[in-house]
């Protein structure tokens, strides 16, 4: 059982449909991160929240916009994406960002996204 | 920047045998953390064990256990006692001690591990 919790599992959108991801855990982390996952390669960071503020965008396209309502909800909004942006989208959890609070990442099972 | 090689893109087991996964990294840094990841087709990153790189000691967590080799740069995973439940995507990751940079773990390109009954 995974402690941080993703929804949608799957997702099928066309390039000009508003979707959104979310993420949620109530461990008391106070980091957040989403990252992108293509097939058979590792995961890449798209965007770090520490203490619900946005602290690393790793120059992800507008099209994909980060949300942070409270300490335990992450939500990704997707819009105008492309056939490119189809993934393994991950979440992941830690006690804090940075590395003062060495801990490892938490991470959910992901939403698979397709786009058409 | 820092950078993760795992060498061994697949790599298979028996049942019950031991296996060796590789990884060397490259870094400027004196201070860090190591990790293995596992990745079933659950799709979920399972952390199988962490090492600080100040520790000498090589981390252990029941049957996994690292090889780590400061000097060499390398950070090897065996597992002992391969279960079919084994099978999976492992990464290994680096992290930085700097706060700063703290919050970005970099991935291998990862070796996807068979058992075989």
């Known amino acids: 059982d995974t402690e941080v919790t993703q929804t949608p599992k799957h997702l099928v959108m066309g390039m000009t449909n508003k979707k959104s991801l979310k993420c949620e855990q109530h461990m008391g982390h106070r980091a957040m991160y989403w990252y992108k996952q293509k097939a058979k390669k590792p995961p890449e960071l798209m965007f770090v929240?520490?203490?619900?503020?946005?602290?690393i965008n790793e120059s992800v396209p507008s099209r994909f916009s980060p949300e942070c309502p409270n300490s335990s909800l992450l939500n990704l909004h997707l819009h105008a994406l492309q056939p490119e942006d189809s993934a393994l989208y991950l979440c992941?959890?830690?006690?804090?960002?940075?590395?003062?609070?060495?801990?490892?990442?938490?991470f959910g099972n992901g939403t698979r996204l397709t786009v058409t | 920047a820092q950078t993760v090689t795992q060498s061994q893109p697949e790599m298979s087991v028996q049942e019950a045998e031991t296996v060796t996964l590789s990884c060397t990294y490259d870094?400027?840094?004196?201070?860090?953390?190591l990790f293995w990841y596992k990745q079933p087709p659950s799709r979920q990153m399972i952390l199988v064990i962490r090492q600080e790189a100040y520790k000498q000691q090589n981390a252990t967590e029941n049957r996994f256990s690292v090889n780590f080799q400061k000097a060499a740069k390398s950070f090897s995973l065996k597992i002992s006692d391969s279960q079919l439940g084994d099978a999976a995507m492992y990464f290994c990751a680096y992290r930085s001690a700097r706060e700063t940079s703290g919050s970005r773990l970099t991935f291998g390109e990862g070796t996807q591990l068979t058992v075989n009954p």
């Open positions: 992941a959890s830690s006690p804090r960002a940075g590395s003062s609070y060495n801990s490892p990442l938490h």
């Open positions: 929240y520490s203490y619900e503020k946005l602290s």
């Open positions: 870094t400027s840094e004196s201070d860090y953390y």
